[in-house]
């Protein structure tokens, strides 16, 4: 079956502006994970849902960044007024439900200029 | 906090021949998960083994296996009989059995060439 689907692949925007990242997880999968991967920082947490709820989003490093998820499938990560440093890839897993085996997404690649 | 640690940014090893990727943990738990993920150019992380801390047997997954000393907080991974599409960026990484805890921890990875 299919996998976990990222768009865009690549993402290119202005210092201020606003994106969205968009995740589909695999189909049946309660659980979905956003990850960010940085030179600087390596692989972090982001935030975790279960269903449309999320019970840890510790991993957010700031108030520009939030996420939401609808009808327990596709999840949105929105960056508000990108800063350079906020350029990394930004990776979306699923799994089945909670400490099941998660599946990554081929990420979306963010550059900040 | 759970922290991982991988002392090896690059690794490389000659085809057909055997390589062990380092990792080392800390945590006070005694109850967790220890995987090693495989990020290939392509950027997608591919779960290579999984190890379940209160298992004692090291867990093995064809030519790939680990040596798991908890008490060393140690977790490496084998590679065995390398072959040129092992090439990857690999990590190692924690999860608590925390039911609240679903968030992977991870090393800072290791690059692994394959000289054919």
């Known amino acids: 079956g299919a996998g976990v689907s990222q768009s865009p692949s690549n993402k290119v925007t202005e210092k201020g502006k606003d994106v969205e990242l968009r995740c589909d997880p695999i189909?049946?999968?309660?659980?979905l994970y956003w990850y960010r991967q940085s030179l600087g920082q390596g692989l972090e947490f982001l935030i975790y849902?279960?269903?449309?709820?999320?019970?840890?989003k510790s991993g957010l490093p700031s108030d520009r960044f939030s996420a939401e998820r609808t009808g327990g499938s596709v999840s949105t990560l929105t960056i508000q007024r990108t800063q350079q440093e906020d350029s990394a890839v930004y990776l979306c897993?699923?799994?089945?439900?909670?400490?099941?085996?998660?599946?990554f997404g081929p990420g979306t690649r963010l550059t900040v200029t | 906090a759970q922290t991982v640690t991988q002392s090896q940014p690059e690794m490389s090893v000659q085809e057909a021949e055997t390589v062990t990727l380092s990792c080392t943990y800390d945590?006070?738990?005694?109850?967790?998960?220890l995987f090693w993920y495989k990020q290939p150019p392509s950027r997608q992380m591919i779960l290579v083994i999984r190890?379940?801390?209160?298992?004692?047997q090291n867990a093995t997954e064809n030519r790939f296996s680990v040596n798991f000393q908890k008490a060393a907080k140690s977790f490496s991974l084998k590679i065995s009989d390398s072959q040129l599409g092992d090439a990857a960026m690999y990590f190692c990484?924690?999860?608590?059995?925390?039911?609240?805890?679903?968030?992977?921890?991870f090393g800072q990875g290791t690059r692994l060439t394959i000289n054919p």
């Open positions: 897993a699923s799994s089945l439900g909670p400490d099941e085996r998660q599946y």
């Open positions: 990484a924690y999860r608590s059995a925390d039911q609240g805890a679903q968030k992977l921890v």
């Open positions: 190890q379940e801390a209160y298992k004692q």
């Open positions: 189909s049946g999968h309660t659980a």
């Open positions: 945590t006070s738990e005694s109850d967790y998960y």
């Open positions: 849902f279960q269903g449309n709820s999320a019970p840890d």
